[in-house]
Every structure is written in C-alpha cells, then in structure tokens.
C-alpha cells in the first residue's frame, strides 16, 4: 500500500523529516531504503556517539538517590549527563 505522503516524500516534493529543536534528532538527516515488498521505509542517517571521558560530557542534572530507589545507596548523587552539543541536553 502506498501512502500520498510518501509517495510525496520519495519524489523529493516535501522536504525530508525535520525534528524540532528541542529534539536529540535535531539538525540529523533521514535516509529511506525500499523493502523486499516494495515498501520505503524511512530511519536516521547513522550517528556517532562521542568517545566516553569526562570532556565529552555535560552534567544537565545531579540525583541524590532516596530509599526506594532501585540503584547505589540513599545518599549518593549522580550525575545525569548528554554529550556536549547534543540539542536539547538542557531539557533532559
């Protein structure tokens, strides 16, 4: 089945997807391959994650974990982090 938005897609009419910018998939390309039943199916162009090391990485918050939680000790923090310049690291 074919789909008028697709079709729309494939032709190159409608610009391809757009994330908002608030997205971890902002500013990254889509790329679309056709299925062995002639369906397209669209996905993410592949990305790299950066290498780990405390200069990759942006602490966006501190946890200080509570009795209940499911990991560390009552007590300790964590840090949640993003790789520097992923967009919307700040709304993690």
Not at 1 to 16: F, I, R
Not at 49 to 62: E, K, M, N, W
């Amino acid at each position: 089945m074919s789909y008028p938005l697709q079709a729309l897609l494939s032709m190159g009419a409608l610009p391809s997807v757009s994330f908002p910018t608030d997205s971890r998939y902002h500013g990254f390309s889509t790329l679309q391959c056709t299925s062995p039943d002639g369906e397209k199916v669209s996905y993410l162009v592949r990305r790299y994650v950066p290498q780990p090391g405390a200069q990759s990485f942006a602490t966006v918050a501190r946890h200080t974990v509570v009795h209940g939680d499911l990991v560390e000790t009552a007590g300790a923090t964590l840090d949640i982090t993003m790789p520097q310049g992923v967009p919307g690291g700040t709304r993690a």
